[in-house]
DNA sequence: CTGAATCCTCTATGATACTG
DNA sequence: CAGTATCATAGAGGATTCAG
């Protein structure tokens, strides 16, 4: 973030992407100050994460992702995959054969990507049940006070 | 998926989550009940990580985050507020004075998150110029197509 | 100062159908 | 098998206004 400025007065960014499904047209970095949230924006969509895990374990085909993930459509794979392979964490690699085959894997950044996930994921797995009880212990206060 | 006999045999359908090599056993739950996925997508918005990132600083004020985030609403600002402390993650403690002072703090549950997402944070900085580098050979090569 | 309420836009995602 | 193309929708998120 690179903030501390109060008055900035709302350049003409936003090039108002029309364009509906083109891949990335170019968010208009004034934003991009901060990799952090950069990143978190990229790769904390529903499906880029629990791609890069999968794809830790071992390469995958396509319709092995699909079938693996249950509940993500072809069109969110697709899409899911080509970012993941535009910021080059992801690699495809597409094998001549009739029918084709296309395999996909992390790259060796991916693999980097790995580790941190990893504490996050540990983290998540760790402590469900206390959010768990958080929640209902908000949610029945905010019951009782109304 | 009945009889197509094709070169994978009967794979194992449900994938461990996270079987490379984690310092605990993750249990391989369905990705539809995976809490890693249901945290992802609580914590994983545009703002909770660097909210938490913040608070984990120190305690804030509302306004001196709203400040201090330079493009996030007053909405979402409470209402990301509002969900990390339903989670348990944030306390919030309002000091009757006039005019009221509301401070936002970490609770010791959302503490444990900064170690994990700093780990994220640090992944981010550290690979930051390799994504766009990568990005931006991706759509250079992209233009060279057309 | 710290929000709540309202309205509106854009984006992420899904469903479905079609193709090399 | 591995996608594309198209249509549709819920919800994320912003802008603005009102209030204790």
Known sequence: MS???TDVPAPPTVPSVLAHDLPRPVPADEFAACPV???FRRVGDRW???LVILLGQRPHRYNELHRAIEG???RMLTRTLRNLETDGL???E?????PPGVEY???PLGGTLLEPLSA???WAVRHEVEIEEARAHALRDRRAQR
């Open 37 to 39: 949230g950069e990143t």
């Open 3 to 5: 903030g501390t400025h």
């Open 105 to 107: 894997s992390l790259t």
């Open 72 to 74: 993500i459509s072809q």
């Open 48 to 50: 880029s994460m629990l």
């Open 94 to 98: 597409v094998h001549p054969t009739v």
């Open 90 to 92: 992801v690699r495809r």
């Open 120 to 122: 996050l994921a540990d």
